[in-house]
């Protein structure tokens, strides 16, 4: 009994001991994003002023309250900070995991910790190249001049509702990215099946365009650039549930 207690003692000290370096890379990391917030911030906004570039207007980025890019900055430092020891962080849950894992089972886990933060970067990725310039080009189709003396409608976008949207759509497709990972370990332990996952396409199909319509703003730009990637990821489970099937 006193070694049951010694042994769950010793790991919860380990867990406090992984915990607390997490929270260390975190807070470092914090520090030093808020540092270079104003570089990020640059980095961020990039697409939107490569869209606007040459239309021949004076644009802009503003803020309405006089707490608002304070705030901001610490959002963004903060995402920065999680996205750039998000590795980090793995790498102490790994080692946390791994003493008490067979060797062939360390072989077997291994591949998905390095998958996740891959995918997690293709994702946000795709975003910030792709769907970002893309949904940008269409929001501002919407802008009109001003004719027979009516009032023109242009964009005059909030530096705190532009960085929230960009940041929460790399979040939405670095996790959505995830798909491959989950599936595959799933089919590792013997959960689901390939087979089975043809089965359940026509439904998987409407599960992501939903929760594309969910993680996405209301329009078709960013919803069909989520949910194309996810059912083509899907798809790619599949074979990798096979695979792992025939170990």
């Keep these: 009994?006193?070694?049951?207690?010694?042994?769950?003692?010793?790991?919860?000290?380990?867990?406090?001991?992984?915990?607390?370096r997490s929270m260390i890379f975190l807070i470092?990391?914090?520090?030093?994003?808020?540092?270079?917030?104003?570089?990020?911030?640059?980095?961020?906004?990039?697409?939107?002023?490569?869209?606007?570039?040459?239309?021949?207007q004076n644009r802009r980025l503003i803020f309405t309250a006089l707490h608002e890019t304070f705030l901001t900055y610490l959002k963004l430092a903060f995402f920065s900070a999680?996205?750039?020891?998000?590795?980090?962080?793995?790498?102490?849950?790994?080692?946390?995991?791994?003493?008490?894992?067979?060797?062939?089972e360390k072989l077997a886990l291994l591949p998905f910790l390095v998958a996740t933060p891959i995918l997690f970067l293709l994702g946000g990725m795709l975003v910030y190249?792709?769907?970002?310039?893309?949904?940008?080009?269409?929001?501002?189709?919407?802008?009109?001049?001003?004719?027979?003396?009516?009032?023109?409608?242009?964009?005059?976008?909030?530096?705190?509702?532009?960085?929230?949207?960009?940041?929460?759509?790399?979040?939405?497709?670095?996790?959505s990215f995830q798909l491959p990972?989950?599936?595959t370990l799933l089919g590792k332990v013997g959960f689901i099946t390939s087979d089975y996952l043809k089965t359940r396409r026509k439904y998987v199909i409407i599960i992501i365009f939903s929760l594309a319509a969910v993680l996405t703003?209301?329009?078709?730009?960013?919803?069909?650039?989520?949910?194309?990637?996810?059912?083509?990821?899907y798809e790619i489970s599949i074979y990798t549930v096979r695979f792992v099937e025939k170990k």
């Design 217 to 233: 703003p209301p329009d078709p730009i960013t919803q069909i650039g989520l949910a194309l990637p996810l059912l083509l990821l």
């Design 28 to 56: 470092f990391a914090f520090i030093i994003c808020y540092i270079f917030s104003d570089k990020i911030y640059n980095f961020l906004v990039d697409p939107y002023a490569q869209a606007v570039k040459g239309d021949g």
């Design 82 to 104: 999680f996205f750039f020891s998000f590795p980090l962080i793995l790498n102490q849950i790994w080692k946390f995991i791994a003493p008490g894992l067979y060797k062939d």
């Design 1 to 20: 009994m006193s070694e049951k207690k010694s042994t769950v003692s010793e790991h919860l000290i380990e867990l406090r001991s992984r915990l607390l």
């Design 129 to 175: 190249y792709l769907i970002m310039p893309l949904a940008i080009d269409f929001f501002l189709s919407f802008e009109t001049a001003s004719t027979n003396g009516s009032l023109p409608i242009q964009l005059e976008a909030k530096v705190n509702e532009y960085l929230s949207l960009i940041m929460r759509l790399i979040i939405a497709f670095g996790i």
């Design 181 to 183: 990972v989950l599936l």
